[in-house]
């Protein structure tokens, strides 16, 4: 592969993102910031730090998606600051954790900045006051990793003591904590809208279901330390850097590994991003080069090749850059190779040998489609047997060959001897029903006795008359869970025509339940959808489709009716709904009303929060996002009486009531030490206190002030 550009910056790169700008930007161990034109690499500006980053492993710097605000560790690791970009004036400086910092993070909407440590805490930081909004929930041991999904609706920590946590930034709730790593959870990734990625440091890689918090894949084929990692923006492939400086490619679609050394160059990779708009992979070393590669390198010497039909020399092509499979001229090579293919099969079938090897002869050069052909002309050696014996009505030795060589299941003589088989196993169903005809149906049976793939279907036709004249009525009464039972019991069944129409018809409902679902005709889709639930083959998917449509059908009555309350409760339920049009904007609503509400916290104005949240009152599943609003305006409070000499007694009784309502936190303990060394003559035991929580939390709670 050869690269499209390069960049020496001289020291380590530990920091590139694309921002909403369409800046480059970059930061390298001694905090230098760079902004550079992404199209050619040229600087804009820039500006320097002076913080020297000796352990850059976890993400020790971080901005803001619109390029606002930065947030770094110091030098020494003992404290993590978040600054404006612009000005260079720091915000807040949060130095709060027991030992060192490990990373920070900012979330995508830049409402908070997160601040992580080696003692497995982590603060969330209002991005406009600079004031601590909330913890999440600690972990045993230092934290390596934090990660947002796009939309910013989750937050997932990873932590030494192989274990990920997941927190909802909606609901202010964690969800879920996932365990299946042997060794420390050193990266983090979403994708996919409901899936996370998570390496650990004997570079196993799991991919997760965050809603089920299922292992949906473990990827294979990871042969070292991976220091970075990215996803392009189509979501389509994963990136690995190494510390060797190997590039890993991963298909997320299919999870299969499509080159263990897709990239390799001399220094290990300690920064990756994507360049969508020109599909190019960024690299950034440890020896300060920032290098662009263009992923799907190649395609335009493909397209000549293919004019060409040169296809020996498309393998070659493919075989340096694997990704050229999944454009959209390979797609075109795949389609003429599989029409050679069925052509020289219908050839092969006519016993003309010249015209396979004149139609397989373009290919003949490639290694992976040689051994394709040489096998099915071997295979096709034995046809002639096959046919003769398929005439002589042979009918055992013309299935055995056919079992022995797939292949002749395709062709047209194996469809008519399947043809005749149905065809005498239907007479016989029929003859079966009466005693009278019943040795009949023996006699036509006959041929295909002692035919293992046919033997078991014999017997029950031979003995189960009843079960057949149950399903037939059955169909008749359309008591489809009763087929379903029958066929489920009784795999004869499925060699009826009865059968086929059955599924024809279960088809055809979901082909319509789809087109409804399509056309926003939601009622109509669940009454076709609870039909299908009666059939076993699409009872899971029909249940999930209802499942998903009713949830909907609720969250857009509710829209309809302005009835907010049961719309955000709905969109708690089930994340899809956020997705919706509705959704986005309810969610978009929700999030500009919290940042006025953090705004007016952030000065302990309790008015100024209850204006902002009172469309949220009613509405049971933001009580927890509610209470963590109310808890930072409460502990603004705290912080203001402190600072002005308000009493020893009001102070007390604030912490008092702070716990009841919101239980110990590390916002009121940290505060609590504060106020003891103010108030050292205090008597105020925290652990004797009667203690509230956030989960219970309730609006009827709120006072004007957590003093009185």
Request: aromatic letters at 10%; glycine letters at 4%; charged letters at 25%.
């Given at each position: 592969?050869?690269i499209?550009?390069?960049?020496s910056?001289?020291?380590?790169?530990?920091?590139m993102?694309?921002?909403?700008?369409?800046?480059?930007?970059?930061?390298d161990?001694?905090?230098?910031?760079?902004?550079?034109d992404?199209?050619?690499?040229?600087?804009?500006?820039?500006?320097?730090?002076?913080?020297?980053?000796k352990?850059y492993?976890?993400?020790?710097v971080?901005?803001?998606?619109?390029?606002?605000?930065?947030?770094?560790?110091t030098?020494d690791a003992?404290?993590?600051?978040?600054?404006?970009?612009?000005?260079?004036?720091?915000?807040?400086?949060v130095?709060?954790h027991?030992?060192?910092?490990s990373?920070?993070?900012?979330?995508?909407?830049?409402?908070?900045?997160?601040?992580?440590?080696?003692?497995?805490k982590?603060?969330?930081?209002?991005?406009?006051?600079?004031?601590?909004?909330?913890?999440?929930?600690p972990?045993?041991?230092?934290?390596?990793?934090?990660?947002?999904?796009?939309?910013?609706?989750?937050?997932?920590?990873a932590?030494?003591?192989?274990?990920?946590?997941?927190?909802?930034?909606?609901t202010?709730?964690?969800?879920?904590?996932?365990?299946?790593?042997?060794?420390?959870?050193?990266?983090?990734?979403?994708?996919?809208?409901?899936?996370?990625?998570?390496?650990?440091?004997?570079?196993?890689?799991?991919?997760?279901n965050?809603?089920?918090?299922?292992?949906?894949?473990r990827?294979?084929?990871?042969?070292?330390?991976?220091t970075a990692l990215?996803?392009?923006?189509?979501e389509?492939?994963?990136?690995?850097?190494?510390?060797?400086?190997?590039?890993?490619?991963?298909?997320?679609?299919?999870?299969?590994?499509?080159?263990?050394?897709?990239?390799?160059?001399t220094?290990?990779?300690?920064n990756?991003?994507f360049d969508?708009?020109?599909?190019?992979l960024?690299l950034?070393?440890?020896?300060?080069?920032?290098?662009?590669?263009?992923?799907?390198?190649?395609?335009?010497?493909?397209?000549?090749?293919?004019?060409?039909?040169?296809?020996?020399?498309?393998?070659?092509?493919?075989?340096?850059?694997?990704?050229?499979?999944?454009?959209?001229?390979y797609?075109?090579l795949?389609?003429?190779?599989?029409n050679?293919?069925?052509?020289?099969?219908?050839?092969?079938?006519?016993?003309?040998?010249?015209?396979?090897?004149?139609i397989f002869?373009?290919?003949k050069?490639?290694p992976?489609?040689?051994?394709?052909m040489?096998?099915?002309?071997r295979?096709?050696t034995d046809?002639?047997?096959?046919v003769?014996?398929?005439?002589?009505g042979?009918?055992?030795?013309a299935?055995?060959?056919?079992?022995?060589?797939?292949v002749?299941?395709?062709s047209?003589?194996?469809?008519?001897?399947?043809?005749?088989w149905k065809?005498?196993?239907?007479?016989?169903q029929?003859?079966?029903?009466d005693p009278?005809?019943?040795?009949?149906?023996?006699?036509?049976?006959a041929?295909?006795?002692?035919?293992?793939?046919k033997?078991?279907?014999?017997?029950d036709?031979l003995s189960?008359?009843?079960?057949y004249?149950?399903?037939?009525?059955?169909?008749?009464?359309?008591?489809f869970?009763?087929?379903?039972?029958?066929i489920?019991?009784n795999?004869f069944?499925r060699e009826?025509?009865?059968?086929?129409?059955?599924?024809?018809f279960?088809?055809?409902?979901?082909?319509k339940?789809?087109k409804?679902?399509?056309?926003?005709?939601?009622?109509?889709?669940?009454?076709?959808?609870?039909v299908?639930?009666?059939?076993?083959?699409?009872?899971?998917?029909a249940?999930?489709?209802?499942?998903?449509?009713?949830?909907?059908?609720?969250?857009?009555?509710?829209?309809?009716?302005?009835?907010?309350?049961?719309?955000y409760?709905?969109?708690t339920?089930?994340?899809?709904?956020?997705?919706?049009?509705?959704?986005i904007?309810?969610q978009?609503?929700w999030?500009?009303?919290?940042?006025?509400a953090?705004?007016?916290?952030?000065?302990?104005?309790?008015q100024?929060?209850?204006?902002?949240?009172?469309?949220?009152?009613?509405?049971?599943?933001?009580?927890?996002?509610?209470?963590?609003?109310f808890?930072?305006?409460?502990?603004?409070?705290?912080?203001?009486?402190?600072?002005?000499?308000?009493?020893?007694?009001?102070?007390?009784?604030?912490?008092?009531?702070?716990?009841?309502?919101?239980?110990?936190?590390?916002?009121?303990?940290?505060?609590?030490?504060?106020f003891q060394?103010m108030?050292?003559?205090?008597?105020?035991?925290?652990?004797?206190?009667?203690?509230?929580?956030?989960?219970?939390w309730?609006?009827s709670?709120?006072?004007?002030?957590?003093l009185?």
């Open positions: 592969m050869e499209v550009r390069s960049k910056i001289t020291q380590p790169v530990i920091l993102k694309i921002l909403d700008t369409k800046e480059l930007v970059i930061v161990a001694e905090t230098t910031v760079r902004y550079f992404k199209e050619n690499l040229e600087l804009q500006s820039g500006f320097k730090v002076g913080i020297h980053h352990r492993k976890s993400p020790v971080a901005f803001s998606n619109d390029g606002d605000y930065f947030a770094t560790l030098t003992k404290e993590s600051r978040l600054f404006n970009a612009a000005t260079k004036k720091m915000i807040a400086a130095d709060r027991h030992g060192e910092a990373c920070v993070g900012i979330d995508p909407l830049a409402r908070y900045m997160f601040s992580c440590g080696d003692d497995g982590t603060f969330a930081i209002d991005v406009a006051s600079g004031k601590l909004v909330f913890t999440l929930p972990h045993a041991d230092t934290i390596n990793d934090i990660a947002f999904s796009a939309n910013g609706n989750w937050v997932a920590i932590s030494y003591d192989r274990k990920i946590s997941l927190f909802s930034l909606v202010m709730t964690p969800k879920n904590k996932f365990k299946a790593h042997s060794a420390p959870v050193m990266h983090l990734e979403f994708f996919q809208r409901n899936k996370l990625l998570s390496i650990d440091k004997n570079s196993s890689a799991i991919i997760w965050i809603y089920s918090g299922k292992v949906l894949q990827l294979q084929g990871i042969h070292d330390e991976v990215v996803i392009d923006d189509e389509q492939f994963l990136f690995l850097g190494t510390n060797l400086g190997y590039v890993i490619v991963y298909d997320l679609n299919t999870y299969a590994l499509i080159s263990e050394k897709y990239l390799k160059i220094s290990p990779i300690t990756m991003e969508a708009e020109n599909e190019f960024i950034g070393t440890e020896d300060g080069f920032v290098i662009y590669y263009d992923i799907y390198e190649g395609t335009d010497t493909l397209k000549d090749l293919l004019r060409e039909k040169e296809f020996a020399l498309v393998q070659k092509i493919v075989d340096i850059n694997p990704l050229l499979v999944y454009t959209e001229i797609s075109l795949t389609n003429f190779w599989e050679c293919l069925e052509k020289a099969k219908i050839a092969l079938q006519k016993g003309d040998k010249n015209r396979t090897m004149l002869g373009q290919f050069h490639m992976t489609k040689n051994k394709i040489q096998k099915l002309i295979d096709y046809f002639p047997k096959f003769q014996f398929a005439k002589e042979k009918l055992s030795l299935y055995g060959l056919a079992n022995r060589y797939p002749y299941k395709e047209a003589t194996y469809k008519a001897l399947e043809k005749r065809k005498a196993f239907v007479q016989a029929k003859y079966v029903l009278k005809t019943a040795p009949l149906a023996k006699e036509i049976l041929p295909y006795r002692g035919m293992s793939e033997t078991k279907f014999i017997q036709v189960k008359a009843e079960i004249k149950r399903f037939r009525a059955a169909i008749s009464k359309k008591e869970k009763v087929c379903s039972e029958l489920k019991q795999a069944l009826l025509p009865e059968y086929e129409s059955l599924m024809k279960a088809d055809s409902l979901y082909i339940s789809q409804l679902m399509q056309e926003g005709d939601i009622h109509s889709a669940i009454k076709i959808l609870r299908l639930q009666d059939f076993e083959e699409f009872k899971d998917e249940r999930n489709f209802m499942l998903d449509l009713e949830s909907k059908a609720k969250f857009f009555n509710a829209v309809r009716d302005k009835n907010i309350a049961t719309a409760d709905m969109m339920i089930s994340e899809d709904l956020m997705h919706t049009n509705d959704g904007k309810l978009k609503i999030n500009s009303d919290l940042q006025h953090n705004s007016a916290a952030a000065f302990g104005n309790i100024g929060v209850k204006i902002a949240l009172e469309k949220y009152m009613q509405i049971s599943s933001k009580y927890a996002a509610l209470a963590t609003v808890a930072f305006t409460y502990m603004v409070q705290l912080e203001d009486a402190l600072q002005h000499d308000i009493s020893r007694k009001k102070i007390e009784n604030g912490i008092k009531n702070y716990i009841v309502n919101f239980g110990l936190s590390e916002q009121i303990e940290a505060f609590f030490n504060l060394d108030y050292s003559e205090s008597k105020l035991n925290l652990e004797l206190l009667k203690k509230g929580s956030f989960s219970m309730r609006p709670m709120i006072v004007d002030s957590i009185d």
